[in-house]
């Protein structure tokens, strides 16, 4: 199982006043999601048995929204510039698509905790699901970019709703840290697959690029039609007619909503939440401007560079998949900190050897080293949203320095934020692992 935070114990350290690390090992008797029950041991061996079709089917549907979010997210670096000439604005204007994005998740963050009060874990799937398709249906007909922009706060509002709703219920299954693994790296696949369709519809049409909102469109629609089939259990809205589920469930949530403002008075929390601001913010910043650097810096051909963030987040989805079992084995510490390290290494080639080819490569193996990252330790709403403030303050910074100084400022600000990234990540407490030496 993934370690995962327990809540029971860091309130008790607080109270305490003990400095407890924020991840511990889940309890030995895993919870049935599904009825919130605790369930009795089973021997070792029980981890490896396949799990029931209607729980696969579930986690098969967490993934795939987790790919919707990517097809989405990875397309953005890849129509910049014909963004920019669509709609005769500078790149300062770009910074306004990451806020919006951001504001959706921020509104999301303060419904997240009562809105299971009212609505099944189905329904606050479904909900996210529909404002995602709702967004794609605006931008398939080239809105005005007001409306454009209001489009990426419906998509951040409907993802923040999805897929952190789906992150906790895969964290809680067996095994959780393989399928917190593949739903992330079902993200990572969504990047890498996004910026082939975009670049080549966008290269073949540069004044129709937006029909590429045909393609999330479609997943938009079959991600819904997904959660409604896998999730439909609990896609309902609780009223007086389930009076006791309603019961239960205020009172856990109420319970967990006390707990949860307990646990960001914890220094530990506020510093892994910063460590993911600046994590996303790596990755965000650079995967939405690689492009326009290499045009402009580079100079090269944007039929092709439109390519190059499919190297990075091909990268990521490997690294997802292929690092997941050594960064847990070795312990997270450990190995986040040495990939950092040599991220750091690969930005500098990137930014001082002025060769495409070498340009690229470094990138696609830095989106590898940072696969496991996000995988590895989200679980918890507060640092789901102080991420997408770093993916949305620093591309945005970016979007307004290069208005006037060029995107040229590209490698050493990401640069810069890989450093904060490591020095915050070292800070965050060391967790034992019965796996490392």
Not at 340 to 364: A, C, E, H, K, Y
Not at 396 to 421: D, F, N, Q, R
Request: proline share 5%; hydrophobic share 50%.
């Amino acid at each position: 199982m993934t370690q995962e935070i327990n809540f029971a114990k860091l309130i008790e350290a607080a109270n305490a006043n003990i400095e407890l690390p924020i991840r511990q090992e889940p309890s030995q008797n895993p919870v049935d999601v599904e009825k919130g029950e605790e369930l009795a041991s089973k021997p070792a061996e029980a981890e490896t048995t396949s799990l029931p079709p209607k729980q696969l089917l579930k986690l098969l549907s967490a993934g795939f929204s987790f790919f919707v979010a990517g097809a989405n997210d990875g397309s953005l670096g890849a129509l910049i510039p014909y963004m920019l000439t669509t709609y005769s604005i500078s790149p300062s204007f770009i910074s306004i698509l990451y806020l919006a994005t951001f504001l959706g998740w921020f509104l999301a963050a303060f419904t997240n905790s009562h809105a299971p009060k009212y609505f099944g874990l189905g329904a606050l799937l479904s909900i996210g699901a529909t404002l995602q398709l709702l967004s794609q249906v605006l931008r398939a007909w080239t809105p005005p970019f007001g409306m454009f922009a209001v489009t990426f706060f419906l998509t951040g509002l409907g993802q923040a709703y999805q897929d952190s709703f789906a992150n906790t219920f895969v964290s809680t299954v067996k095994t959780a840290h393989r399928w917190l693994g593949f739903v992330h790296a079902m993200y990572g696949f969504g990047l890498l697959v996004s910026p082939f369709v975009a670049t080549a519809i966008a290269g073949n049409s540069p004044r129709r690029w937006e029909l590429f909102y045909l393609f999330p469109l479609g997943l938009s629609v079959f991600n819904l039609g997904l959660v409604l089939i896998a999730f439909w259990d609990s896609v309902q809205i609780i009223t007086r007619g389930t009076q006791d589920e309603a019961e239960v469930e205020s009172g856990r949530n109420q319970n967990a909503w006390k707990e949860v403002r307990q646990i960001i008075k914890m220094k530990y929390v506020w510093i892994l939440s910063l460590f993911f601001f600046f994590h996303l913010g790596v990755g965000t910043t650079a995967g939405g401007w690689v492009v326009e650097y290499l045009v402009q810096v580079r100079h090269g051909d944007l039929k092709e560079m439109g390519y190059v963030p499919a190297g990075y987040y091909g990268g990521l989805c490997l690294g997802r998949l292929i690092l997941v079992e050594p960064t847990h084995r070795f312990g997270e510490h450990r190995m986040l900190l040495v990939y950092s390290v040599i991220s750091l290494g690969l930005q500098l080639v990137f930014w001082l050897v002025p060769n495409i080819i070498s340009t690229i490569v470094m990138f696609s193996v830095m989106g590898f080293l940072m696969g496991p990252f996000f995988a590895a330790l989200i679980d918890l709403g507060l640092i789901f949203v102080v991420a997408q403030a770093g993916a949305a303050i620093f591309p945005s910074l970016i979007g307004l320095i290069a208005s006037h100084a060029g995107v040229k400022v590209l490698p050493p600000i990401v640069a810069a934020l890989i450093v904060a990234m490591g020095i915050t990540w070292a800070f965050v407490p060391k967790i034992p692992n019965e796996h490392q030496d």
